[in-house]
Structures are given as C-alpha cells and as structure tokens.
C-alpha cells in the first residue's frame, strides 16, 4: 500500500508498504530516518517514542496504515519542532527558523546518514543548531551510548512544553515509558533540569 | 546509492576541546542527539536482503530431520542454510574453546540455540519462511544444576572435549574448576569464637543493551566480505569468523558500526556468521537486526550461582578464616566460564586480609542458556554472598557491620588468597568511611502538603501506599574486581597516531580498534591526545581491522589498555616530531639540544616554557604517522591446584550505601538512594566516570530487586525474553546516586588511572540486600528479591 503523511514538517509518500509494518519500520528502511530506535519493538522501551499530531507515541506500536495524513515528528527533526515552538511563543531570535515551508527532505535525511555529516565545520556536527533538550543532554553527559537518547529526547521535549518548570517527580513520571541501560538516568535528570532552567531563563 | 550509515571521521577541536583531567563532551554527542549517528541496525544498502534465525524451540534434542524446502520454495527468499551447508570444516567457534556449533548439528543444547537461517527480501518474509522449516526433535532429558549434570548417568552436554580443563574437571559436565587454598582453614577455625554460614543464590541476569545485535555483510568482489557490527573485539570476532567462512583474514574487513550498549553480551559472536555466510551465499548485502525476543536468546548471560559460605572471627572482630564453593551455572556452551570461574575463585573472599583460605569455584555445562561475559564477570556473584556473610559475622561478634569490614580491610601490600601482593593503593577501609559519611536522605521524603506523593513510594503510581506499612533501611557493601584480562593473557593494545599539518593548523589522526561501545573511549583518545601532542584537533578513525588489535571493551581495561596504547604511540610521535625539529631548526637555537621540550599549544616549547618552533611549521608537508602494540605488566595463570599465582593486573574498589523503603505488607521495594564511594586512581574524564559508576550501580540495583530471567526447571526452557517480564530499572525505579570519587594513583597505571566500569556493579546488589534486611529483618539469600520473599508467601 502506498502512505502518505508529513514528517517533521515536510510531505512523504512511501510506497510498497507491506499491511503489518510499524511506523518505526517505515521510518526507518523505507524514509531513510533511522533516528528513532528499535530497541524492543513491543512498546516497552520508549527508544522509537515520536510526536504524532503531538502526542508522544511508541512508533512500534504504530501499524503505517494508522499514519496517514497525519503529522509525525522524529528526532531528526526536533531542533527545528522546538525551533518554531519558540517563535509560536515569540521567544524566537530574529531569523532562527527561517521562513520557508521546513521540514526534512527524504535527501537530505539520506545525505545525513550517508555522511555522518550536516556541512558544519566538523563532522562531530559541532555548530549545528540544536534543540535546547538536545544540547542539554551533551552538556549534562546524559548520552553514553546514546541509542535511548532519540527515544528521551523526544519524551522530554514534549514533557517541558506541557510542563516547562517540573519537580524531579514530575521528570521521573514522564520519562518512565523510557529504559536507558547506561547512565543511571542520574545525567538524565541533570539534562532535563538544566533544559527546564535554559528555558525558563530565556522565557 | 551504495550503503548508508558507514561510520566517518569523528573530528573534534573546533568548539569542544580538553586534555586529560577534564570533563571534556563526547565527540560523537551531536550525532547521537540529533539521530544522525548510524547504529549497526541501521545500516541500510541498496538492493539489502534480510536474514532471519530459526532458532530451537527445546533445550535438549537430537535433531531427527530438517526440510527446508517449503521455505526455500516462498516468493522472496534468496538462501536457507543449514549445518549442511556450512562451507569448510570448521564448523564450531567459541572464544576460548571452540564448542559452539554455527548452526546446529545432530544435536541442540539449550532453547534457542540456532539451527537454519533465512534470506530474504523483506525482513517479515524471511521470519515467515523461518517458521516454515521443519524441525523434528526427539527429546533428551534436561540437566539444569549440578546434581543433575554430576550424576553418574548423566548426559554429558560435549562428548569428546578436547579442551585445555577436561584434564583437571572432576566430570566432563564442568566446564572448568579452580580451587584457592592458603594457610590451614582447619586449624584456623580453631581460633574463631564465631562462625556464620550461609548458601546464596544468584539468579540470572541479562545485559540487555538497547541496541539489539545486528550488522551489514557485504560481499565484495574478491570474493570475501565487508562485514559492519556492533561488538566488544573486532580482531576477536575476526579469528573466529574467517575459518568458518573458509576465508583468510584479510579478506573479512571488519568495520564498527555504532554500538548501543554491550556490558559483556557482545563479547560472544551472535549474527555476525550467519550474515556473511547467507551474503557470500546470494552474493547480496545481507542484514540482520534481532528483536528484543531473540536477543535475549542471542547473547549469553550473567552466570547464575549458588555459594555456600562460612567465614570465622574473633571476639576482637578479626576474620580467622572463609571456606566457600562456587558453583556457576555456565549453559550449553562455554563461552567466557573458565575466565569468570578464575575471578569469582580469585577474588571470592572480597577485599579483606584472610590469611586461611579454600575456596572452590567450577562452572558447569548444563542445558540452561549459555553464560559468559557481564560486567563484574564472577565478581559480581561473589561479592553478593561474601558481604551478606560480612554483616551476618559483624552481627554475631556484635560490632557495627562498617566497623568490622574495616577492622578487615585489605589496604596496599595485603595478600589476595592468590598470594599475589596488592601493589597499588586499596583505600577499602577509607571509601566505607567516605560512603558512611555522606548526609543520609531526608526520612518521609514522600510527605508534601498535599498528602502523600506515590510516585517517591514503594508501589509508586500504583497507589498502593500512602506510607503506611513502609519501613526504612540502610545497607553497606563494598567489593573488589580486577582491572584488564588475568592469568597470562596477553592482553595488548594497539594504536596508529598521525600528527600533520592540515590547513595551517596541526592535526592528530587516532585509529584503534577499540569498540566504542557508548563508554567514552573516543572522548578519552582525543583528551590524551591533545594533553601528549598540545593540539585541539583531533580525529577519531573508526575502528576497524585495518589496525591491530585493540583487546576487548570489558574487564573495565580499554582506558586503561588502548588509552596506554594511545599515549604511547603519542609519546613515539612526539619524540620523532621533536628530532625532525632539531634537524630542521636545531641550528637556531641551543635549547633544541639541551632542554627538555614538550608539545603545548600548537607549539614546541622547553619545559621552562620558551616557545621553540610551531609545530605545523616543524611538520612541514609530511605527517608522522606509526602504529604500535603496547602491553601492561604480565600475568601469570593460576596454579591449578593451589590457585597461587600473580594472576591480575589491577584492582578497583567501590562502596556503596543503600536506602531503602520497603511496604512490608506488599514486599514492594522503593531504593531511595545509593551512594557510591569509588577510588578511580586518576579521572581522565570527570563527568564521564561518574556516568560510568551511576550506570554501574543502576544494572546492580537492577538484579538486587527486579531483574532475573527466568528458566523452567523442567524444561530448561526461558520463560520471560521480552522487557514486558524481565524488568530493567526505570527512571521511577532508579533512585538519586551521589557519588565520591577518589583518586589514588597507580604508579603502574598510565597517568595513574585505575579501570572503573565494573566494580560499581559488584557492591550495589549486596548493599540494597543488606538494606532490605535491615530495613525487614528478613534473612534474603538470594537475589532479585521478589514481593514473596519479603511476604512469607513465596
């Protein structure tokens, strides 16, 4: 079958979709976005939460048929998601979301996955603009190896715009649906605090 | 468009940069958080086919026929394979003995074990070939402990060994024993005015990496094979991958792609065989991604064990003696066992001065899952018996449980029971005073003005207490782990540095084949980097076998081993970039002769801080490049029968303190907190060693309470692969872990570091036990602990 929906922004079709395969599948091998994870693919994990007309879901869990027409925001396309959250609350600086229609072309995800690159003056992407939960996770160590990150990211992210001033309680609830091996979340909850307060501050 | 998702150049230096000591960021951070960094599932090639494992579905069989024909039939599969179709003679690998079977012949072991695999050209059809192979079984009977696998009739799991321990094995189905015998226990049990014994049960725990196991084969025109994994050794994997494919070793290219996550569960091969067999096969790029089910039969697993312990005091609270026996329960197949029997033997007494020893560690073969690699590796298992008998024995002398561990405390120059001399600081005394010290949390932290919080309760969002019923306690552990691979391995290291000039500024090039398996390994190359060669730029290669081998991302060795590696071949760099210096500009300057100069800033300077040349202008248009192997002190193996031997390299030690709330009428556990004290000799990355003690404690407070995957006795069939039933902390699950790092340096160690990834894994099992009994006054001999251990209703 053939779907048709948006993701982060820009229009995609994706074609020979076999009935039983999962948002996350369709992402991942067929529009070239494999930011969002398969960690466990039975909706335990949080590793392939996205934003579906906003709403926080496991794309595991999500059969492809299930997306059309409708909006699908991945991690790739979080920076620019927060980006015009900013500007819709008029925290935007001059210029910093541009003004044409947005979103990621299917090229441009496969560029980036080819090259390990965005064109920035290093290939560790140093310079590239980042959404504020995202530069907070490097900064505070919360990425080790990094594959709940995506998952976390997009969790925290919608939890700070329901919720831009949360108590430890508060983070530790809405990221429950997350498991990270890793870190001890310790580094997690220092990225979702230090976020909460980078954003209170430029509010 | 060819493969998408081939690991590139990292380069860091132009925002973020940092020498060793700093809490400099990872250089692979903005890939991993903006989705961008390409984990080994998510390689992608044009015109890929997908492989699938048929896997059995019982523990113990022979394998009466296998048709294939019906899958090999349905539209889109490209290759079955079988036994039969296994192209050399080499049909088995294993890391130490070679005893598992690629695919199996004649004969599975235990459930899952692989028998056919499938190509196809979408990942659901190639599953749904799998299911139509035929597979017919004549059961054998199922051996799952050591009364049954010791039997005198027992069926013995490998017949014919020919490996190095069936000569000192009491039966066939013991993979491997070491017995440690100093001093006269006998005699020494004659001194104790107590004694306290006890049998611990440890149950199995699994890694459970996010990043399932999966890679790329990609067969390539020469006829060999590019092969893109996410592992623990690429050069280990090779040397058992190139004999069964029947091709030299240069012709199986190994590249890392992006790992998520490994602690122990990537050191066995899992598909790496099975995609290069089934690309070499159809001539196309093969991919295999496991789902979380297989995975959990696709990697072995934290041995299993029961131990039985007596230890012996005096009424001043001095140990006379431990006797105790460790049985681990190793599955079907070997794996890393003999390694993990050596150290749960090794360091089976914990850190204390025991002058009067026996001990006995043995691994069995049974038909449960095999058992291998897990962080804390025997360590783990020990430390969790050893330190519920230290609290039983301080209670029945009548001291105070941190007291009494101190009073026994090995410290520099104290004996381990192998005899081997404990040459570097070993502050256990110190870190249990350190983790008492730290200010205890606030009690009824639950308590707001709006009633009770549940989500800070035992229970939590299930709303199952509002406080009443919930008790506190307090519990003290500390342990003892060896640093980098024991008993005379040759446990090397290589590194390839390049220093040049790229537009006008110097650049380091690090290619190692380190696994980067989310530790930081990359970060602390390019931090070692700079600090022995004064740039900022450096470039991270990625890890491959077109460099010699890096040993193993485990044993808490690769900052230890290939950071040596690195700062070694850094040094070499240095001093040939130095004597191209005075070659070139010697004439100019006396200093160049005489004084002592270093690399800093770009620059070369002499120690007193003159600036000599810039660097790029010393390099000129010619890069200094090298590669070299570098090794650690020796080791020695372990005396067969008397278990002396100066077996280890390294030691690191951690103490823990654990809170915890307990709804004694559920048995539900809430873990309010677990502090650590760790010496770490030197930080080379503050931030990083942290995160590395916080997830260390975590996978502990993990199969204190919740984690254990669980095996039907009768079948010995696995009854819980999925995250819906073996349960993994969550962040509600996971309570606040202030840590204390200490720094003691190891004048053996490079820059005086000491390995740190696993010895926060070993203390915070024993000391959230000790918690639980503190907080119950229940006796709790083994772990997890479960709600009907704490009830009476088990």
Known sequence: MRVNFTVNGRPQEADDVWEGESLLYVLRERLGLPGSKNACEQGECGSCTVRLDGVPVCSCLVAAGQVEGREVVTVEGLAEYAARRSCGTGACEAGACGTDSGGTSLDEARRWSAQGTRGTDSQTGEGTELAPIQQAFIDAGAVQCGFCTPGLLVAADEMLERNPDPTDADIREALSGNLCRCTGYEKIMDAVRLAAARQSEGA | ?794
């Not at chain 2, 026996?358 to 298992?381: H, K, S, W």
């Not at chain 2, 040094?571 to 200093?591: D, I």
Request: include cysteine.
């Open chain 2, 1 to 794: 468009m060819g493969t998408t998702g081939l690991p590139t150049n990292i380069t860091q230096g132009v925002r973020t940069k940092g020498g060793i000591g700093e809490s400099t960021l990872r250089p692979d951070g903005t890939l991993k958080v903006t989705g961008e960094f390409a984990y080994s599932s998510d390689m992608w090639h044009e015109d890929m086919l997908w492989g699938h494992i048929l896997r059995s579905t019982v523990a113990h069989a022979n394998i009466v026929s296998i048709d294939t024909a019906e899958a090999l039939a349905t539209p889109g599969v490209y290759a079955v394979m079988t036994y039969d179709d296994l192209p050399t003679d080499v049909k088995n690998y294993g890391l130490e003995i070679q005893d598992t079977p690629v695919l199996a012949h004649g004969k599975v072991r235990h459930h899952g074990e692989p028998v056919a695999i499938v190509a196809a050209d979408h990942p659901e059809t190639a599953r749904r070939a799998a299911a139509k192979i035929k597979v017919e079984y004549r059961e054998l009977p199922v051996i799952t402990d050591e009364a049954s696998a010791t039997a005198p009739d027992a069926i013995l799991i490998h017949e014919n060994r020919t490996d190095h321990h069936v000569g000192h094995v009491p039966h066939p189905n013991i993979v491997h024993r070491q017995p440690i015998v100093r001093g006269d226990v006998t005699e020494a049990r004659e001194r104790a005015d107590f004694i306290v014994e006890g049998e611990y049960v440890f149950g199995m725990q699994d890694q459970a990496f996010l990043g399932p196991e999966s890679g790329l084969a990609v067969p390539a025109q020469d006829g060999g094979v590019d092969l893109y994994i996410a592992t623990q050794w690429l050069h280990s994997d090779l040397r058992q991958i190139a004999p069964v494919l029947g091709l030299p070793e240069d012709k199986v290219r190994m590249t890392l792609a992006g790992v998520g996550g490994a602690f122990g569960g990537r050191e066995d091969l899992s598909m790496q065989i099975h995609a290069c067999l089934l690309a070499l096969r159809t001539g196309k790029p093969v991919k295999i991604v496991y789902n979380r089910f297989e995975s959990f039969f696709g990697h072995v697993h934290r041995h299993p064990a029961k131990l039985h312990y007596e230890h012996g005091a005096t009424r001043d609270g001095k140990l006379t003696h431990v006797k105790c026996r460790i049985v681990l329960d190793g599955g079907a197949y070997a794996s890393a066992s003999p390694a993990v029997v050596g150290n749960a033997s090794s360091l089976g007494i914990g850190p204390y001065v025991v002058d009067d020893v026996d001990i006995e560690a043995i691994a069995l073969y049974t038909n449960n899952p095999p058992c291998g690699a897990m962080r804390g590796f025997g360590a783990v298992q020990a430390c969790f018996a050893y330190e519920a008998q230290m609290d039983k024995l301080a209670d029945a002398v009548g001291m105070d449980r941190v007291e009494f561990r101190q009073r026994n405390a090995m410290a520099q120059g104290s004996l381990l029971p192998t005899g081997q001399v404990v040459d570097s600081p070993a502050p256990v005394a110190e870190l249990l005073r350190r983790v008492k010290a730290m200010p205890l949390p606030p009690e009824r932290q639950w308590e707001s003005s709006e009633g009770a919080d549940v989500r800070q309760l035992p229970g939590g969002l299930s709303n199952t207490t509002h406080g009443e019923g919930v008790v506190r306690g307090v519990g003290y552990a500390v342990g003892i782990k060896n640093v980098g691979f024991s008993e005379g391995f040759d446990d090397y290291s290589t590194a390839r540095v390049r220093l040049e000039a790229v537009a006008g500024e110097p650049v380091v090039t690090v290619h190692t084949a380190m696994a980067e398996v989310g530790q930081g390994g990359v970060t602390v190359h390019a931090q070692i980097a700079r600090t022995e060669l004064g740039v900022t730029q450096v470039t991270i290669h990625p890890a491959d076998t077109r460099v010699g081998s890096a040993g193993s991302t485990s044993a808490s060795r690769q900052t230890y081993v290939t950071g040596g590696a690195v700062k070694n071949a850094c040094e070499l760099v240095r001093e040939q970039v130095l004597e191209r210096g005075r070659r070139k500009f010697g004439t100019y300057h006396p200093a160049w002769a005489t004084a002592e100069l270093l690399l800093e800033g770009g620059k070369v300077v002499t120690d007193a801080g003159e600036v000599l040349a810039d660097l790029v202008d010393v390099l000129g248009d010619e890069a200094v490049e090298l590669e070299r192997e570098w090794r650690h002190r020796p080791t020695e193996p372990f005396d067969l029968r008397t278990g002396q031997g100066n077996g280890h390299v390294q030691y690191s030690f951690a103490a823990h303190r654990a809170v915890v709330e307990v709804d004694t009428e559920l048995g539900l556990v809430k873990v309010i907190e677990l502090a650590c004290a760790q010496d770490v000799g030197k930080a080379l990355n503050p931030l990083s060693v942290v995160g590395q003690i916080q997830g260390g404690t975590t996978q502990g407070l993990g199969v204190a309470v919740m984690e254990e995957i669980v095996v039907d006795p009768k079948t010995a069939k696995v009854k819980n692969p999925s995250f819906t039933d073996y349960l993994i902390p969550t962040i509600l699950d996971t309570p606040t872990i202030p840590v204390d790092v200490l720094e003691l340096a190891d004048e053996h160690a490079p820059y005086g570091l000491r390995g740190i990834g696993e010895a926060p894994t070993l203390s915070s099992t024993p000391a959230v036990l000790a918690a639980i009994r503190n907080a119950t006054g229940l006796e709790l001999n083994r772990t997890p602990v479960r709600p009907e251990h704490l009830t009476g209703t088990a």
